[in-house]
């Protein structure tokens, strides 16, 4: 019986491969019960492995905004599936400069940099980043105010999202300052009545580009004219002899190298400080004085007010698929939930998101935290500095200029005429 069964299992076998090469059809699997074929279903296409991308930026991991940078990759890595993000810091923005450029030359760069306005010109120059027109979507630009994105573009091309920005605000000890000034005279007038001369000075500022140019901008004057330097008119002159002036009749002391001005406010040897809004995060007074914020002064001609701050910005010679990866988490980590998470995480830097602006959310924060009252209009009516690629280089003349002058090594007229010849001889 055993033989018998093997052997018909032989002959059926052999039959439905003979039928099979005389050019005959397997059966289909029928439905049982019925006799019927089963319609065959296309098996399921295999996931697509998550595309990995480098984000390198310039926020200390162990600093107050790196923290809040760190929990925002964090949270889009987990809300989504198609790209993994490795933030890595590179130290300085200086450094971090240098690193891509570097890293674009061993052709292993990231996908996307953190740079600085004057970073971005020597990137663009160097063709080290490309231009976003067309890569993201117009209605996320359109989100942007006008004022932001004006410094990211560069030829009429935009390089680069607004990310983390903020705005030159006062910041100051009501205790000696009962009255925040609103113009540049009464900014002279309350630092002499705060200073004492000795332990407490109405204000402390560092000798370079950037805190001339906070007074600089308020004159109604550009930076780069017709492709020429344009900063050693009378205009330049009175920004620059204002603080010569304050630092020589006692009321503002110059800061040392590697010193900063939250280390003297805090420290309540500094009695107001025009600074940065992202210090708010290091603005800790040591024996507790209350502190507050408002507006900059006026200069002579207006509220200008100097945004400062970085940008996001995708990296050369990618992949495809490196490249709508680093799209996407540029357009999610500027975009309105983000930014409102990163502005809230009290940074010191303000939403990048007119939707952002006009959320309820924002506008309970501010209620809460009225120092950051004044980002809103700050940040939609601000100036930018110039967008010319050699502008790193002609800023570095100007520090030069600035510290001579202070030191009393030239007098101001000549020392701005000296640096905007030598900034002439850049911008050719």
């Not at 990231?110 to 980043?129: C, I, R, Y």
């Not at 007074?285 to 945004?307: F, H, R, T």
């Not at 101001?412 to 050719?428: D, F, P, R, S, W």
Request: one cysteine or more; glycine letters at 10%; a positive charge.
């Amino acid at each position: 019986m055993v033989s018998f069964r093997k052997g018909l299992a032989f002959v059926l076998a052999a039959t439905m491969l003979a039928a099979v090469g005389c050019g005959g059809k397997t059966p289909e699997p029928t439905t049982p019960g019925t006799g019927t074929n089963t319609p065959t279903t296309p098996a399921p296409a295999a996931p697509k492995d998550p595309v990995k991308i480098q984000f390198w930026h310039g926020m200390a991991d162990d600093s107050a905004h790196g923290k809040v940078l760190k929990q925002l990759v964090d949270k889009y890595n987990a809300s989504q599936k198609e790209v993994i993000v490795e933030a890595s810091y590179q130290g300085s923005y200086g450094d971090l400069e240098k690193k891509v450029t570097s890293a674009l030359q061993t052709n292993n760069p990231p996908a996307v940099v953190q740079n600085t306005d004057s970073m971005l010109s020597s990137l663009v120059n160097q063709k080290a980043v490309i231009a976003l027109d067309g890569l993201v979507d117009a209605k996320e630009l359109a989100d942007f105010p006008d004022g932001l994105k004006k410094a990211q573009t560069i030829g009429g091309k935009l390089y680069a999202l607004p990310f983390n920005k903020s705005a030159i605000v006062m910041v100051y000890y009501p205790e000696f300052v009962p009255n925040p000034p609103k113009n540049w005279d009464e900014f002279k007038k309350a630092a002499k009545a705060a200073s004492n001369g000795t332990t407490r000075f109405g204000t402390a500022f560092a000798a370079d580009v950037y805190y001339f140019g906070t007074h600089f901008g308020q004159t109604g004057t550009e930076w780069i004219k017709d492709g020429k330097a344009n900063f050693a008119g009378p205009e330049g002159q009175q920004a620059l002899q204002l603080i010569i002036d304050m630092a020589k009749d006692g009321s503002a002391i110059q800061l040392k190298p590697k010193e900063y001005q939250s280390d003297y406010f805090n420290q309540g040897r500094a009695a107001m400080i025009a600074t940065t809004s992202a210090s708010f995060a290091y603005i800790k007074p040591v024996d507790g004085k209350p502190w507050k914020v408002a507006p900059l002064y006026a200069g002579p001609k207006g509220e200008a007010v100097p945004l400062s701050g970085a940008n996001l910005s995708i990296v050369s010679g990618l992949s495809k698929d490196q490249q709508e990866a680093g799209i996407k988490f540029m357009t999610w980590l500027t975009g309105k939930e983000a930014t409102l998470e990163w502005a809230m995480g009290k940074t010191g830097y303000g939403p990048v998101r007119k939707s952002a602006l006009e959320d309820q959310r924002w506008k309970d924060f501010v209620k809460a935290n009225p120092e950051y009252g004044v980002l809103g209009d700050a940040l939609t009516k601000g100036v930018v500095q110039p967008s010319d690629s050699k502008w790193s280089a002609v800023q570095k003349e100007i520090t030069t200029a600035v510290e001579a002058a202070l030191l009393g090594q030239k007098d101001v007229k000549t020392a701005l005429e000296e640096a905007a010849t030598k900034a002439n001889g850049l911008l050719k």
